[in-house]
T-cell receptor, first 108, second 113 residues
Framework: RKEVEQDPGPFNVPEGATVAFNCTYS??????FFWYRQDCRKEPKLLMS???SGNEDGRFTAQLNRASQYISLLIRDSKLSDSATYLC?????????FGQGTTLQVKP | NAGVTQTPKFQVLKTGQSMTLQCAQD?????MYWYRQDPGMGLRLIYY???????DKGEVPNGYNVSRLNKREFSLRLESAAPSQTSVYFC????????????FGPGTRLTVT
């Protein structure tokens, strides 16, 4: 079983749609969680950290469920510019473990 | 402030050739990392350096060596390239005393024929 698993997609949605990605992790000792964004043929960049209480940054909401060991990312009012691959990242031992990513395509 | 820089951007090697990928950061970060990214596999850690003078193996170190030349620079060497090392290589750095956020370089696309 992979340490971090994501549905690779692609998720094809129209502009303005709400889309949600889930990610599961296997190491219950994991302490830190993140979502990174990676544009096509570019480097990953931090989108947001995920806190136990859930957190929001504009149209983006991240949530953590420790009991079920999953993390989610919700994007509201999707924009064309949101098209990218979203990487779920977990930190169980001081080193980051990356999921394979979920690809989002927002269509006009 | 350039962040993390990598050279070269692209490289084609023949099987058995050697080469060194260069990485430098100007953010005064103490930790640096080398990853490879393959389709469907996500980013996998090859080697990392928690601080100047130390290096440790990651998930997929076989076939690679690293050197932490100074605080700024962390190089990755392929001694005898194999087609299985065809990949995109990313270098990253982090200020381990302040955050878990890693800053990535633009990547090196390596093809081994």
């Amino acid at each position: 079983r992979k340490e971090v698993e994501q549905d690779p997609g692609p998720f094809n949605v129209p502009e303005g749609a709400t889309v949600a990605f889930n990610c599961t992790y296997s190491n219950s000792a994991s302490q830190s969680f993140f979502w990174y964004r990676q544009d096509c043929r570019k480097e990953p960049k931090l989108l947001m950290s995920v806190y136990s209480s859930g957190n929001e940054d504009g149209r983006f909401t991240a949530q953590l469920n420790r009991a079920s060991q999953y993390i989610s990312l919700l994007i509201r009012d999707s924009k064309l510019s949101d098209s990218a691959t979203y990487l779920c990242v977990v930190n169980p031992t001081g080193k980051l473990i990356f999921g394979q990513g979920t690809t989002l395509q927002v269509k006009p | 402030n350039a962040g993390v820089t990598q050279t070269p951007k692209f490289q084609v090697l023949k099987t058995g050739q050697s080469m060194t990928l260069q990485c430098a950061q100007d953010m005064n970060h103490n930790s640096m990392y080398w990853y490879r990214q393959d389709p469907g596999m996500g980013l996998r850690l090859i080697y990392y350096s928690a601080s100047e003078g130390t290096t440790d193996k990651g998930e997929v170190p076989n076939g690679y060596n690293v050197s932490r030349l100074n605080k700024r620079e962390f190089s990755l060497r392929l001694e005898s390239a194999a087609p299985s090392q065809t990949s995109v290589y990313f270098c990253a750095s982090r200020d381990r005393d302040r955050s878990y956020e890693q800053y990535f370089g633009p990547g090196t696309r390596l093809t081994v024929t």
